[in-house]
């Protein structure tokens, strides 16, 4: 059974950072790409950032370049991202993604079939 698994949501004030955390389990997961997708109230889930099979590329959506950083821990089993110079647009929830379809695009959400359950962030300003 797939499981992914995310944690280190919170709340912070605009201009601080958090670290998300995700693991996999259940999944080959050093031969699958990973990403980070957000929700907001309203809005579509979007694409943040997502790592290639092993880590070798990333890549981001432009509003997070500079300022966030995806990365993988392979020993153990576990997809990051590091959040600089949060501002109160990025308040949303937080999902990781995993086995993705060649073909789609990364950023939007159909390519990707296991999904964790989300955590919060919320930034206040």
């Known amino acids: 059974r797939v499981q992914l698994v995310e944690s280190g949501g919170g709340s912070v004030q605009a201009g601080g950072s958090l670290r998300l955390s995700c693991v996999i389990s259940g999944v080959t997961y050093r031969t699958r790409s990973m990403a980070w997708f957000r929700q907001g109230p309203g809005k579509e889930r979007e694409g943040v950032a997502i790592?290639?099979?092993?880590?070798?590329?990333?890549n981001y959506a432009t509003s997070v370049k500079g300022r966030f950083t995806i990365s993988q821990d392979k020993t153990k089993n576990t997809l990051y991202l590091q959040m600089n110079s949060l501002n109160p647009e990025d308040s949303a929830m937080y999902y990781c993604?995993?086995?993705?379809?060649?073909?789609?695009?990364?950023?939007?959400?159909?390519?990707?079939?296991?999904w964790g359950q989300g955590t919060q962030v919320t930034v206040s300003s």
């Open positions: 993604a995993a086995d993705f379809t060649p073909g789609g695009y990364w950023g939007s959400p159909d390519p990707w079939r296991y």
């Open positions: 790592s290639s099979t092993g880590g070798s590329w990333t």
